[in-house]
């Protein structure tokens, strides 16, 4: 206690902490920043959760109640009919027509956590776990790239067969092997800061799924036990014996001592809050460059609040060229000095030459074709298509069309900078005649001295394509031929799927060869104890006897992944000390199960499954010695040969083998073994998510 003399607050209460050290490295705080906090999602459906642990990315599933007075119906049929189109695939985004999920995305709120712990309070006592990352859920509208994907690939499969004909046969003939040049530092640092190679990077670190528990589950209030330190041992404490002013400086350091880390530049989840302490100049170049054609009104939106728009106009001219009055990135900056094509090994000069080109001719007019450009610099097909997809989308029957529409409004505004940009082209305009030796005037439309507009009626529009048609059809003819025979070819070489779950796998529940919590005892393995004798292994055998009972009993269908869960669930309920068991494998609950008269059902699972292979080890009770285990084990046979069945199956096989079934009895069998979704039926534990 301190003096009252000393001028000091007495001491009123002395509280210990813990730190506790079980979910350290797997602890995260999520944040919904665009939802009240009055409005939660713990009552709301969650369909799937994904991490990539390495990068901190976090993605959910959550469902969308269709049913809601303002769920506007037609409005989301109409996105899932952009986005999956009105065909049926088992890889649709929507498999209802219907938007009936949205998905959340995380960024990093902070990328230095050291200074964050989640804390709970007991009995006097204050636990706390070192968070690993802090993230912010935000909705993504990834769909809506989908659907655009999915607008350019008919837009493009629609353009006319002869040029892609032509193209196609233009890239098989303009072979060209190049050895790219050897990479300087220099290079190779912008190449590993670059946006394209971040996005490689973190393309590459697997997706683990995850399995959701509501905050009022049994297995979260289970995992909630993690957040108090599990070992008792007080004996390796230490006293605190820093002074106050000591213990200060350390919670709390000086800010001086703070090493400020700048971003070198945005990666695919860079926050705007760290974009905005690079330099005015930096930030601009840096959207470009990613952007690559945008509006300056669409520009001044993307800056902090208050930004000057002359200091931004000075910094775009400097990183960007005006096109249609939409500003489109330099070439010199997309591909700097002694650098080249990805594709071909070209030098970035001829690579600027050539997207000077395709810019200049969207200053003169709104679509290019391809096959013109192509012709006229000369590059590989792969480069003409990357400097196109910078600016421009293809239409039916009108080549590539600029992206955005004419900025008028910008143009009236700012005269003097249109009117200087115009001056930049013209300059540009006459390097490019000298050395790709064309004029202004080849690409304007030839007319005759005589020409005048001629009318084409319908009539003789429909004959041109019945002849055009006739004169194809051999060729469709032998196209067709090609692939019946590559469909028809054996299959035998085909890759089987890789099997990704691992005992890193955040989802799956395992009981390992050790203590769990305090509950489990060292000692022999369970092989080992198979061979036992005496009194504890017969008491051990008759306790899983009893477990596997009670559990199919409640349950009837359980997964091995399930079952693993609720027997780890059992243990760690057990008082400490109390638990007779060794480590377990999943052989001997296995054999537990099956000497309990309950059976494997080998369910046909599709390949494209991503249950994991304990979920998709499904075992069912076959015996209980009533009459009604006859319903039972029809419905279960119906599995042998199918995942999902309906209940007019299930019915109809009962009535055939058992006579006239009430429809209770139906009810019973169906509500014992199997869980419904979207008008089937699936075994327990098996449901698609």
């Known amino acids: 206690m301190a003096s009252g003399d000393d001028g000091d607050d007495p001491i009123i209460e002395e509280i210990d902490v813990y730190l506790a050290k079980s979910l350290a490295e797997k602890l995260y705080l999520l944040q919904y920043p665009v939802r009240p906090a009055t409005m939660t999602y713990d009552d709301v459906q969650h369909l799937a959760a994904k991490i990539k642990p390495k990068q901190q990315r976090v993605e959910l599933e959550i469902g969308v109640n269709t049913l809601s007075p303002n769920y506007c119906r037609s409005k989301g049929e109409q996105i899932a009919l952009n986005v999956d189109g009105t065909g049926y ?27 964050y712990a989640a804390a709970v309070f007991r009995k006097g006592e204050l636990h706390i776990t070192p968070l690993t990352g802090i993230l912010q859920m935000r909705p993504s509208f990834s769909y809506l790239d989908k659907a655009d994907g999915k ?104 800010l001086a001592e703070e090493k400020v880390v700048k971003p070198v530049g945005p990666s695919n989840v860079l926050s705007m809050a760290q974009l905005r302490t690079l330099p005015l100049v930096d930030q601009v170049r840096t959207l470009m460059k ?21 200091a931004v106009l000075r910094c775009i001219q400097q990183v960007a060229l005006l096109v249609q009055g939409n500003w489109v990135v330099k070439s010199d900056v997309l591909y700097p000095k002694n650098t080249c094509s990805p594709h071909s090994g070209v030098p970035a000069e001829v690579l600027c030459r050539g997207r000077d080109f395709v810019m200049w001719r969207f200053t003169q007019e709104r679509s290019v074709m391809r096959k013109e450009v192509a012709s006229i610099i000369k590059l590989p097909p792969d480069d003409v298509k990357d400097f196109l997809e910078h600016v421009a989308s293809p239409r039916v029957n009108r080549g590539w069309e600029f992206l955005l529409p004419t900025d008028v409004d910008f143009v009236k505004k700012h005269p003097d900078v249109a009117h200087r940009q115009n001056m930049l082209w013209v300059g540009i305009q006459s390097k490019l005649e000298k050395v790709f030796n064309f004029s202004k005037e080849d690409f304007l439309p030839k007319r005759g001295p005589s020409s005048e507009s001629v009318h084409v009626s319908g009539e003789q529009r429909l004959k041109v394509a019945q002849d055009r048609a006739q004169e194809n059809r051999p060729s469709l003819q032998k196209d067709l031929d090609g692939r019946r025979h590559v469909k028809h070819e054996p299959s035998g070489d085909r890759e089987e799927p890789m099997d990704t779950s691992s005992s890193s796998s955040y989802s799956s529940t395992i009981i390992p060869n050790g203590s769990v919590n305090g509950y489990l005892g060292g000692g022999a393995s369970l092989g080992q104890a198979n061979g ?31 079952f693993k869960r609720l027997f780890h669930l059992h243990l ?62 029809l419905l279960l046979d119906l599995f042998s040969s ?31 073994c199997c869980s419904s979704h979207a008008g089937m039926w699936y075994l327990k534990g098996t449901i698609e998510s």
Not at 89 to 110: L, P, R, V, W
Not at 644 to 656: E, G, N
Request: aromatic share 8%; net charge negative.
């Open 89 to 115: 695939d088992e890889g649709n985004t929507y498999s209802t027509k219907m938007m009936d999920k949205q998905t959340f995305s995380s960024i990093q709120a902070t990328t230095n956590t050291s200074r």
């Open 572 to 633: 760690a309920s057990m008082p400490v000390g109390q638990s007779i068991f060794s480590s377990i494998s999943d052989h001997m609950l296995m054999d537990a199960m099956v000497h309990c008269r309950c059976r494997q059902i080998l369910v046909p699972f599709p390949a494209q499954t991503k249950a994991a292979p304990d979920e998709q080890k499904v075992f069912a009770l076959w015996e209980t010695g009533e009459e009604f285990d006859k319903h039972r084990r």
């Open 290 to 310: 990613n952007v690559k054609v945008m509006p300056f009104a669409n520009l001044m939106g993307l800056l902090a609040s208050g930004t000057d728009s002359t």
């Open 151 to 254: 607008t350019r690939e008919r837009e493009a499969a629609n353009e006319g067969g002869d040029s892609s004909q032509d193209e196609a046969e233009e890239e098989a003939k303009a072979i060209t092997v190049r050895f790219a040049r050897p990479e300087s530092e220099q290079a190779r640092q912008r190449r590993i800061q670059s946006y394209e190679f971040l996005q490689r990077k973190q393309a590459e670190e697997p997706w683990i799924h995850l399995q959701y528990h509501s905050a009022k589950d049994s297995r979260s209030e289970h995992e909630k036990q993690y957040l108090y330190c599990q070992s008792a041992d007080t004996s390796d404490t230490t006293e605190l014996v820093k002074t106050p002013k000591e213990y200060l400086n350390m919670l709390m350091p000086p």
């Open 532 to 562: 036992m004798g005496g009194a504890l292994c017969h008491a051990a055998s008759l306790q899983l006897t009893d477990f596997v009972t009670k559990t199919f009993r409640k349950h009837f269908v359980v997964t091995l992944n399930e």
């Open 642 to 672: 199918s995942y999902k069945v309906k209940r007019s199956a299930v019915q109809a096989r009962l009535a055939q083998e058992l006579g006239d079934v009430s429809k209770a009895d139906v009810d019973r069998v169906l509500h014992e």
